[in-house]
């Protein structure tokens, strides 16, 4: 038996106990160094750009809230957005601030898990346990409001579908209290343990350079001093009216992030209790009879990032195409940036501190390890194209220029 | 083994001496079990979990037994099938040597140095069989192993030296025995270093990293499967009993007696009918539970258990308040900060015996 010298390599995934998706993070390492990372993903491709095209503009919502089972308040508030711009309307005041207090809910329960989930990466699972029970409560004001502890389903194209009772206000500002309390409690916690600064600190540096190269959004920009954020830079639903700040931290490492993802969550708790203050009287929805024919580009800070939605309607009742890119997207390939050089055990918690996302991150690829064989998006975009080309040419049909693409 | 034992204190009788023999391994293994158990539960309790019933531990390793074994292709075999039986038998000897100290008097001179020759077994048994089982990820958890037995064997045996001072340079568990060196800054010193030296050994966070679940998969045990597995699990379950048995005869004075006589019997039988129907109605109400386990831990005192289930307490508070630290940081901390500390505690028990000045 022949036997080569090989590059040893240790594999993260398919299936690994770090994260619970399907992802493949192939580290090539010398001794407790990672030297090379590549990634493979796209194990689930559910196609959900092309089932978005044969759903009515009102039952896309619904499948956009299942592209992540976290960010399914934002995905379908960034379409939304996108389809009120084609149509040219605006929903009601008291909407925009039922859109705000679920996106902000939202983001609390998704940070709460990401801390938990951050201190079972380094095995530290009573940080994990605790965290994932302060969420509770959240989860549970959620399901009070729309019915649902996940996927609510709670927009449509000109307003919300359920209402914020005025009875059941006075318990979210309890409960909230009770969550900001537990919150504060655990950023000091996480703020004031060497064990943890030993661990946390100086690891997975993402410059801010190469975040600005990497175009990374959301807590992985900011944590890396670059502090975009869409509800301030665009404001959309009632954020323009709020009064909260982006939080930003300059050193670039997994701390830093986590040190965001705290902050930020007590800040989304007092945005929240804020809307719910001024939450004005009104309708919550007004009737859209038709969507015009146009295109429209839509955002939303999902808690991972931007996430952005683009839709183009042809004036039936379909959307023509819906493309979808969410935030992990363009967060996962910074691993390049953050992780090489690394220790494995560092670099598997860099993994895990941009809070990927893989479900939203998935996109069409052929791969036959028999046949050494890969096709990824754009590879099978070209093949497409070149067949269409040929048929185009066998068939006899005019030549195609490029503007025609 | 009567000829290799030099009776030395209290005889026990015959009849004692056979039925002593007879329930050393399958007691410690017992033990063991119910030791995993209370770490399992009481993990669970800090964390606001349920926890496992009391016969889980059991039950993993029994199922385990009953499954199948795949050895890797490219594997060596042998050493592969026979780690796991090497660190098991290592530790019930090394359980067995403790518990005829503890419990029978039963010694001889330099029967502390086997011991820990011993205590390294269990160590080298992994490393071995994660060398064997030619995986990438367990061959970077041995690494780590090897790496960690060279950071914590090093504080451990000045540990050990402090000791030495302290009881007279006598090598006998015994004699060690006699004595509780914890009593005093250079003893404490010891002690607590000894402790963070046992936790590396059990594989407890923070010093977990040969099977660093999120990074390794569980790294040196990847390949293991089957009976092979359940060897382990059961290894590290006497474990659980051995190394705090070894802590309480250096540091603690050993075994002092058990109070199950008289009024002592009495609370005994209440608190096992207490802890019987805890856990008869466990599922129903968490204070019951947590009343079973202080009724089960009440009881292991009364039988003279204390000192073990403190020091089993104290790995277990440690376990659940930190975060798994890198192999570097762990190698820097047992040589720089432990080793540090122990050089200061040398010092103050040499000082402590030439002035003849007891609590230094």
Redesign the interface.
Known sequence: MKKTIQK????VGPF???QEEMEYFQLT?D??IVTDIDVRISYNHRGIEGISETLQFDQVPYLVSRVCGICSASHPLAYINAVEEIAGITAPERAQYIRVIINELERVHSHLLWVGLG????????????AW?YREPVLDLLEEITGNRNNYGNVRVGGCREDIPDEIIPKILKELDVVEKKTEMLTKAVLDDP??H??LKGVGILSKEDAVKYAVTGPTARGSDVAIDVRADDPYAAYGDLDWKVISQPEGDVFAKAVVRLLETLESIKMVKEAVKKLPKGPIAIEVKEIPPGEGCGHAEAPRGETFHYVRSDGGNRPVRHKIRAPSYVNVPSFRASCIGE????V?LTL?AVDPCYSCTERLAVVDSHHNLVHDYNTLLQMSRDKTARIRKEIGAPELKMEDF | MGAVFEGKGKEMSTSMTILFWILVVPGTIVLGLIASWIVRKVSALVQWRLGPPLMQPAYDVLKLMGKEILVPQEANRTVFLLAPLVGLVGVILLTVILCSVLLAQKTFVGDVIVAIYLMVLPSLALILGGSASASPHASIGTAREMKLVMGYELPLVLAFIVVLIKTGGQLSLDSISQQAPVFSISGMLAFLVALLCVQAKLGFVPFDIAEAETELGSGILMEYSGALLGLWKLMHAVMLVALPFFLVTLFLGGYTGNYLSGTGLIVAIVLLLIFVGGRLLAGRSKFMDVLALLSFIGVCILAGLGKYVLILVLLILIKNTNPRLRIDQAMKFFWGYCTIILFAAIILASLGCYYEISWL
């Open positions: 040893p390599v240790l594999a690994h106990p770090l390492v001794g407790e201190g079972h990466f380094i095995g530290y699972d009573t940080v994990f346990m605790w029970k064990v943890l030993a661990r220790h494995i055990a560092d598997t895990a």
